[in-house]
């Protein structure tokens, strides 16, 4: 089917295809990235930190772009994939994230692997500070409170595969939105299995048996350890059930904590 616009005496032929509505969007994400090209290409640089060091200025011929080193995933918090790919594509909402997988399974693409999403917002992930600035941003198309399809597990885990292989992503660092913003955010949500991600290699999971506990455990360094920002305890205890002991929705940690955490620990060092 094909639709015909007329603009002031102009007429626009457009093919029916499902990504006619993001022609606009789609202009728009070229000519940011033209800008920041151009800003890339300054000579000599600028310097963004504010230091003057342009006089002296000598071009390396010995360089390559920023790569991310870490991958969080979140749930979108909508109803359809439809809905968040046009939250993502308005200015006013100013966020976004490189990839969405709606449920039965599409990958969208939304921006380059090597530029900075806004996804992770205020976050802390051991001492790395701003997540946006050295992660890829997956959105699974979930509300929250649903299971995830096979099929977007299966294209989460195919994408997954390759963002490690081709920016050396080390297994710790796949990790949630819940894990790096405990408090404020509850993403990927309990439904959402991480035990299957580490026994594929991305995130590790525990294996408490036979695991001695020595009585003088530290259980919330082991958090720290881990990974989570233990500034608040009870919420870094919240967003490391969500991930590792999802049917429980207490605050407090257990003996079977204990043993998760001395055996996680020691793989997160
Ligand atoms: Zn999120």
């Not at 996804?119 to 790395?128: F, L, P, T």
């Not at 929250?144 to 390759?162: C, I, K, V, Y």
């Not at 079977?256 to 620990?265: G, M, N």
Request: charge should be positive; glycine fraction near 6%; hydrophobic fraction near 40%.
């Amino acid at each position: 089917m094909k639709r015909i616009l007329a603009f002031g005496g102009v007429i626009i032929f457009l093919a029916s295809c499902a990504h006619n509505k993001y022609t606009s969007t789609n202009k728009s994400y070229k000519k940011q990235v033209k800008n920041y090209a151009k800003l890339l290409g300054e000579y000599p640089i600028k310097d963004s930190a504010g230091l003057k060091y342009a006089d002296n200025w000598v071009g390396t011929t010995n360089f390559s772009m920023r790569r991310p080193n870490f991958v969080v995933i979140h749930h979108t918090a909508q109803n359809f994939c439809d809905s968040t790919l046009r939250t993502f594509t308005l200015p006013r909402t100013a966020v976004s994230a490189h990839y969405v997988i709606c449920k039965d399974g599409t990958v969208h693409h939304m921006l380059n692997d090597l530029l900075r999403a806004h996804h992770a917002g205020v976050s802390k992930w051991g001492n790395a500070t701003d997540l946006n600035s050295m992660s890829i941003g997956i959105e699974i198309d979930n509300n929250g409170f649903e299971p995830f399809t096979e099929a977007q597990m299966n294209s989460l885990l195919q994408l997954l595969d390759r963002l490690k292989k081709a920016y050396n992503i080390p297994q710790a660092n796949f990790i949630g939105h819940a894990d790096v913003a405990p408090g404020r955010k509850v993403d990927p949500s309990r439904y959402f299995s991480w035990q299957t991600l580490a026994e594929k290699g991305f995130g590790f999971w525990f294996d408490t048996t036979n695991v001695e506990v020595p009585p003088d455990f530290n259980a919330l360094q082991a958090l720290r350890i881990v990974g989570y920002n233990i500034n608040k305890p009870e919420i870094a205890i919240q967003s490391y059930k969500i991930h590792f002991v999802p049917q429980d929705t207490t605050r407090t940690i257990s003996d079977a904590d204990k043993k998760i955490l001395f055996d996680l620990e020691k793989k997160y060092q």
